[in-house]
């Protein structure tokens, strides 16, 4: 079992993240999956897809859970039937849970320079420090878009703008976490958001 890190962020909360090194058929074969868990899965064109979602349901397990204990609501966000919160992600070849008794939203991006081309998409405030000669410039980007997605996960408000609700401020990659804020509806909420780098991939996690 390629678990690849276990993050105790809080005495609520913990980060699990695996690397999928798997075949699609060693991560089906000993898993148990509900009828529309396994619908969607078949379903799925992609077997980069196939293995993140199926690596996800090995997450659950090591936290001593099975799909069984996860469902969707109408917005496609996850819930656990025994009221804890949980955020999910994967990309490529690794996927992340967190679960918490507080609010909590993840992301996993890979570091790519294409990032650079859809930066004016997400990225507002934040172009006050940032400098595209930086040699750390699509670090930095996907250390943002990682940070906004989190918290996208954790506010659950459709449609809310990365762009002009979400706000980075200023940080260094090495400190590993960063302050950010929502401005919604005239209200500004403040949370301080962790992040970290391995192998070419970002993830951040966002607390309530």
């Not at 980069?48 to 979602?53: D, S, T």
């Not at 069984?68 to 804890?84: A, C, E, I, V």
């Not at 400190?175 to 991939?201: M, Q, S």
């Amino acid at each position: 079992m390629p678990l690849f890190k276990t993050i105790v962020a809080n005495s609520q909360t913990t980060v699990k993240i695996w690397k999928i090194t798997e075949s699609y058929e060693d991560l089906m074969q000993p898993l148990s999956l509900k009828p529309n868990s396994l619908e969607r899965v078949l379903g799925m064109k992609s077997v980069l897809h196939q293995r993140g979602f199926l690596s996800v349901r090995h997450l659950l397990i090591a936290f001593g859970y099975t799909d069984l204990d996860l469902f969707y609501d109408d917005h496609g966000k996850p819930h656990l039937k025994d009221g804890k919160e949980i955020s999910i992600t994967h990309s490529f070849n690794f996927s992340a849970v967190i679960i918490s008794d507080l609010t909590v939203g993840i992301d996993i991006e890979k570091q790519r320079d294409k990032i650079a081309v859809i930066a004016h998409k997400f990225i507002g405030y934040e172009f006050n420090y940032l400098n595209k000669l930086d040699a750390d410039y699509i670090k930095k980007l996907t250390a943002i878009w990682c940070v906004k997605e989190s918290l996208y996960k954790l506010f659950a408000t459709p449609g809310l703008s990365f762009k002009k609700c979400l706000m980075v401020i200023p940080f260094a990659l090495n400190e590993e976490e960063t302050v950010a804020w929502i401005d919604y509806e005239e209200k500004k909420h403040r949370y301080t958001i962790h992040f970290l780098e391995f192998e070419g991939f970002t993830c951040a996690y966002a607390i309530a």
